[in-house]
């Protein structure tokens, strides 16, 4: 057996399930540089695609079970802890995904197989795999198991609304948030900011703070709640 195929039986072990389909598993697997544009090889990028669908619905539900009291506003915050490419990249790590994963030698030369996007993306397709393989209920398991800490971890600090909004737009191919001073108002002693964070494609989103910073972090906790509401 060669160090691949044992991590591969490796991480079927730890995630409790053995695929049937070994062809969609492989897939799952494979990252774009191994297929370098090939029709022949197919790659995980498609899988990406639905294994978010399907993180972002057991996620969404089981906050809505966690946290039966809080506001929409308030669930979606915490979606954004839980759901972005560093928390995907921990789970894949705690599952062995990160040795069975297939690239080609260049890649892996760069850096590829510790690169928390490549991770990130490469669990969303194993999520999206157990679902074909198994349905929800499989895909369900092993959201619930390697985020399990974050679960449980929810009342802790969050992290800063500029920090979470950055995130949030790396996590969808975006440019990291801009913020501008739109006026300033007040006296030199009690100045008051109007700042606005900008996102392309998106309409701006403005607060007012007695500091830039105080001001460009209500704007970005803005934005966020603009988002969880469906606004974006």
């Given at each position: 057996?060669?160090?691949?195929?044992?991590?591969?039986?490796?991480?079927?072990?730890?995630?409790?399930?053995?695929?049937?389909?070994?062809?969609?598993?492989?897939?799952?697997?494979?990252?774009?540089?191994v297929?370098?544009?090939?029709?022949?090889?197919?790659?995980?990028?498609?899988?990406?695609?639905?294994?978010?669908?399907?993180?972002?619905?057991?996620?969404?539900?089981?906050?809505?079970?966690?946290?039966?009291?809080?506001?929409?506003?308030?669930?979606?915050?915490?979606?954004?802890q839980?759901?972005?490419?560093?928390?995907?990249?921990?789970?894949?790590?705690?599952?062995?995904?990160?040795?069975?994963?297939?690239?080609?030698?260049?890649?892996?030369?760069?850096?590829?197989?510790?690169?928390?996007?490549?991770?990130?993306?490469?669990?969303?397709?194993?999520?999206?795999?157990?679902?074909?393989?198994?349905?929800?209920?499989?895909?369900?398991?092993?959201?619930?198991?390697?985020?399990?800490?974050?679960?449980?971890?929810?009342?802790?600090?969050?992290?800063?609304?500029?920090?979470?909004?950055?995130?949030?737009?790396?996590?969808?191919?975006?440019?990291?948030?801009?913020?501008r001073?739109?006026?300033?108002?007040?006296?030199?002693?009690?100045?008051?900011?109007?700042?606005?964070?900008?996102?392309?494609?998106?309409?701006?989103?403005?607060?007012?703070?007695?500091?830039?910073?105080?001001?460009?972090?209500?704007?970005?906790?803005?934005?966020?709640?603009?988002?969880?509401?469906?606004?974006?």
């Amino acid at each position: 057996m060669n160090t691949r195929t044992a991590a591969i039986a490796e991480l079927e072990r730890r995630i409790g399930h053995s695929f049937s389909d070994r062809v969609l598993f492989e897939r799952a697997l494979t990252h774009g540089s191994v297929t370098k544009g090939s029709a022949r090889i197919a790659d995980n990028e498609r899988l990406e695609f639905l294994g978010d669908r399907v993180l972002n619905l057991v996620v969404a539900e089981q906050l809505m079970h966690l946290e039966p009291d809080a506001t929409e506003g308030a669930l979606s915050k915490l979606m954004n802890q839980l759901v972005n490419y560093h928390a995907c990249a921990d789970a894949a790590r705690r599952a062995g995904l990160r040795e069975a994963l297939r690239f080609d030698p260049s890649a892996t030369k760069i850096g590829a197989r510790d690169n928390d996007r490549v991770l990130g993306d490469a669990c969303e397709a194993l999520i999206a795999a157990l679902y074909l393989d198994a349905g929800l209920p499989a895909a369900k398991d092993f959201i619930l198991a390697f985020w399990g800490e974050l679960f449980t971890t929810l009342d802790a600090p969050t992290k800063d609304p500029k920090t979470m909004l950055q995130e949030w737009a790396m996590a969808r191919g975006m440019p990291a948030p801009t913020y501008r001073v739109v006026k300033q108002d007040g006296s030199a002693h009690e100045p008051v900011f109007t700042i606005a964070v900008d996102l392309p494609g998106l309409a701006p989103m403005t607060a007012v703070g007695g500091s830039k910073k105080e001001a460009e972090r209500l704007a970005a906790d803005a934005m966020l709640t603009r988002h969880a509401e469906g606004g974006l």
